[in-house]
């Protein structure tokens, strides 16, 4: 708690070119939370205190498409307690610890959706089931065969689900402060962070007032 300042003298008055009872200019800088035109395959979104839909409180997504027509993206750092083996056995040797799939966000949760990271930046082989989506991430193909991307992709994980906004509304949620649309990193994807970590480190590479946000309750229902 910050001290309580003194009561000031009665008869003493603000210096010529002083404004009384004003803040300083910048004194404390606005919340930078990016707007429309930064979300890109690639980026993250990430969930703002003002955001109380308990679907999406404290959830960080990473942007898959985006478009005039809506966006689509998958929520990080949910893992299930389905392990992939049980359902798609030839991918499970692939896939990160721990292991499961991820809840990927609310819509149409009996698909499938798989992101991989790349191991080299050449010209991807023919037939090998892998999209592009940002960088070394990229889409797989759960129908091609595994064994082609054997030694090709640094690992991968399954996602049941993704998370979607029609035309306009990402705009309107962004406007009104319940996500703020960073720059996301491969490693994002892959992360063995969960929950209310994995969205503190994303904060904390932020700067400004956005990083402090890392020390509040990811789910402002928790506070």
Known sequence: MNPVPSSPEPERRPAAGQAAGRRRPNAVPALSVGCLDDVRP???????????????????????????????????????EVRIGDVLPGWSELAVEPGVFHVGG??????????ATRTFTTPLPAGSGLREVAGAVHLVDLDSDPDELDGEIGG?????GYAGWSAGQLATELAEGAWACV????????????G?????????RQSGRLGVLSTAPADPSAN
């Open 42 to 80: 690639g980026s993250l979104l990430v969930a703002m205190p003002a955001l109380t839909d308990p679907t999406f409180a404290g959830a960080v997504v990473y942007v898959l498409d985006h478009s005039d027509t809506g966006t689509i993206g998958v929520v990080l750092g949910r893992p299930s």
């Open 106 to 115: 609310p819509c149409e949760t009996d698909t499938a959706l798989c992101l």
């Open 156 to 160: 991968l994980r399954v996602f049941a």
């Open 183 to 194: 720059d996301g990193v491969p490693s994002d994807v892959l992360t063995d962070a969960s």
């Open 196 to 204: 209310a970590d994995l969205w503190r480190s994303v904060l904390r």
